[in-house]
């Protein structure tokens, strides 16, 4: 989509800070970090949340999950993390591109706000 801000990022129009990618998958540093580690993760195909993802979309749903995981071994995040995933305006997602944001680094408190 030519007016989303994360696929003008996948599509390398805008900078990041990436740290991980494959043929799916982009991950990069959020631009403003709530932990020390704050990382998000998102599929190259636009998809607007994860409301807007469908069954056939299982095996992607699953390929973000697996570069949370890598992106958190990577990062050091041995004493655990966070996997985050907003979804609309109740679930606080501002960025309309489907996103998991791996957080680490500190304790984490719950609930959240
Ligand atoms: P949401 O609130 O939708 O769950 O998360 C969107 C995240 O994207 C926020 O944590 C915000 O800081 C991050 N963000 C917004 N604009 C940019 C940007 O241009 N670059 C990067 N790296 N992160 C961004
Ligand atoms: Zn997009």
């Known amino acids: 989509m030519a007016d989303c801000l994360f696929c003008r990022i996948v599509a390398g129009e805008l900078p990041a800070r ?4 494959d043929e799916e ?5 959020d631009i403003q970090p709530v932990a020390p580690v704050h990382v998000l993760v998102v599929p190259k195909r636009h998809l607007d949340g994860l409301a807007a993802a469908g069954a ?3 095996p992607l749903l ?3 999950l697996d570069a949370a995981r890598r992106v958190a071994e990577a990062e050091g995040l041995a004493e655990g993390y966070r996997v985050v995933v907003n979804q609309g ?4 997602q501002s960025v309309g591109h489907l996103h998991l944001h791996v ?3 500190r304790a984490m408190q719950w609930p959240p706000g």
């Not at 990436?18 to 990618?21: A, Q, R």
């Not at 305006?89 to 606080?92: E, I, S």
């Open 103 to 105: 957080l680490g680094g």
């Open 18 to 21: 990436k740290v991980y990618e």
């Open 62 to 64: 699953g390929r973000l």
């Open 25 to 29: 998958v982009l991950a990069f540093r």
């Open 56 to 58: 056939e979309d299982a």
């Open 89 to 92: 305006r109740h679930g606080g």
